[in-house]
């Protein structure tokens, strides 16, 4: 394990987290958060939890319905436009995808995008196992740091995602962080995008609910912030390491 800061010159120019310089503003926390989720690449691919490899790095998952919008919006939060990839055929979601985050050979945080669920052409074997796989990895997953479940506030949270939200309260109690993001918000008026929010709000036992539009480019700034803050407690001089070859 290295401990030597960050030297990309977008991260060299804050030089340090917001505790450290209580005067940065918080456009150059976003630039700073944005900056880092573009270095994104990917790392590797299991079909079961045994094959994941263990990291000592926090590591935050995407999970949600398929076409919650989840490629989507790792896409767009790492402005990458095919990093996950969208429509994929649904023999091939049945992995747990990881992304590599900060300066190549400085990883210093993990995105894992797991597979979507409740899509009805998947055998029903096929399904059982993918929410065994699920439940597991969002149980014992050491370095698990934060969720970010998408949902399309038009269908709301639905029966497999309160299965989801049973399955990690225990470690949301435990202090994981967790967020929900109500996708397409470009898709609902006012009135009907507040109305999501409150329910949601009230289903999510009072965790976060933000809406998300890649469309219109809402929300964006604040999932970038939750997810540095979430991975680096303490500033930039968090420790990172050499993933790659
Ligand atoms: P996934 O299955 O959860 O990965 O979902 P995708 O990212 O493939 O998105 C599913 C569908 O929703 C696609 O047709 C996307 O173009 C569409 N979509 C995703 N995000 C947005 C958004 O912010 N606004 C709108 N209007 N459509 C979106």
């Known amino acids: 394990m290295t401990q030597e800061p960050h030297k990309n010159p977008d991260l060299e120019l804050q030089n340090g987290s917001k505790a450290e310089h209580p005067a940065l503003s918080k456009d150059d926390e976003v630039k700073l958060a944005m900056g880092w989720l573009h270095t994104a690449r ?3 691919t299991a079909a079961q939890l045994h094959h994941l490899p263990a990291y000592d790095l926090p590591e935050v998952a995407f999970v949600g319905r398929s076409n ?16 996950a990839y969208a429509s994929k055929p ?8 990881l992304f590599a985050l900060g300066r190549q050979a400085q990883t210093d945080a993990v995105l894992a995008d797991l597979p979507g669920y409740g899509y009805a052409a998947v055998p029903k074997q096929d399904k059982i ?7 597991n990895y969002l149980m ?8 970010v479940l998408l949902c399309d506030p038009r269908l709301g949270l639905t029966e497999l995602d309160e299965i989801l939200l049973d399955i990690m309260r ?3 109690m435990d202090g994981l962080q967790f967020l929900v993001l109500l996708t397409k918000s470009d898709k609902l ?8 929010l409150s329910i949601t ?35 930039l001089a968090t420790e990172s390491t050499t993933l790659e070859p």
Request: with cysteine.
């Open 129 to 135: 196992r993918w929410q065994q796989v699920m439940a």
């Open 140 to 147: 014992t997953r050491p370095n698990l740091k934060g969720i």
């Open 90 to 97: 649904p023999g091939r979601t049945q992995h747990i995808n």
């Open 170 to 172: 225990p470690r949301v």
């Open 68 to 83: 919650a919008g989840k490629s989507t919006c790792i896409n767009t939060m790492t402005q990458q436009k095919r990093l």
């Open 42 to 44: 990917f790392l590797t």
């Open 201 to 235: 709000r009230l289903q999510a036992g009072g965790g976060e609910v933000q809406l998300f539009s890649a469309l219109k480019r809402q929300g964006l700034d604040e999932v970038a912030l939750k997810l540095w803050h979430w991975t680096h407690p303490k500033g």
């Open 189 to 196: 008026n006012r009135t009907d995008a507040q109305k999501a």
